[in-house]
Each structure stands twice: as C-alpha cells, then as structure tokens.
C-alpha cells in the first residue's frame, strides 16, 4: 500500500507564501509522476501543477510564474512554493502521485493525499 501525506497549508494574506509538502511512503518501486490539484467549494477539482518523468512541468494558467513544483526523489517528496498568493487560490490542495508498486512492477496505480487547507485573506 501507498500513502500520500501532505502538510504546509494555512492562512496567508493576499501576496504571502506558503509551500506544500507531499511525502509518497509504503511499497513503493517507482513514482512515475507526482503534482497538485485543488478544489474550492463548489467547483470541480482541478490541475494545479503536475510533473511526469523527465517532461516539462505543466501548470494550471493561473498559477504560472507564482507556483513552482519541484521533486526530490530520494525523499519520494514533492513540493509546492506558493508565491504571490491571492484570494481566489483559496482552496484544498491534493496530492496526487501515479506510483508503480513493489508487489506489481507491471502496473500503475494512482494515489490521492488526504488534502490540505490554503486560504488566502484579502
């Protein structure tokens, strides 16, 4: 089994920062990608920022040039430095990493963390 524990959230005023972590522990082989997504009430969960294999990372277009993602594979960690937040970033952040587990090398499986809480004051 894999989990996904995330931590970092908060209150932050409009135009502070916070970074996200995202620890992958358990049976783990290889994680194959790992990123973010949120959810604010009353929308639909969507993409953040996300990373796969040695491709580019993508970012949601809000977020570009104030989010940065970055992974430590070592750690079977990754990150979220939120800069310049605003208002409308206020959401639950998740986790999401597609991992390839020791007792089934041949397959992927996708995981999601318990999520974290950012909200952003004006």
């Known amino acids: 089994q894999v989990q996904l524990v995330e931590s970092g959230g908060g209150l932050v005023q409009s135009g502070g920062s916070l970074r996200l972590s995202c620890a992958a522990s358990g049976s783990i082989y290889r994680i194959n990608a790992m990123g973010w997504y949120r959810q604010a009430p009353g929308n639909e969960r969507e993409l953040v920022a996300y990373i796969r294999g040695y491709d580019p990372t993508t970012y949601t277009d809000s977020v570009k040039g104030r989010f940065t993602l970055s992974r430590d594979n070592a750690k079977n960690t990754a990150y979220l430095q939120m800069n310049s937040l605003k208002p409308e970033d206020t959401a639950v952040y998740y986790c999401?990493?597609?991992?390839?587990?020791?007792?089934?090398?041949?397959?992927?499986?996708?995981?999601w963390g318990q999520g974290t809480q950012v909200t952003v004051s004006s």
């Open positions: 999401n990493a597609k991992v390839v587990p020791i007792t089934r090398i041949w397959d992927e499986y996708e995981y």
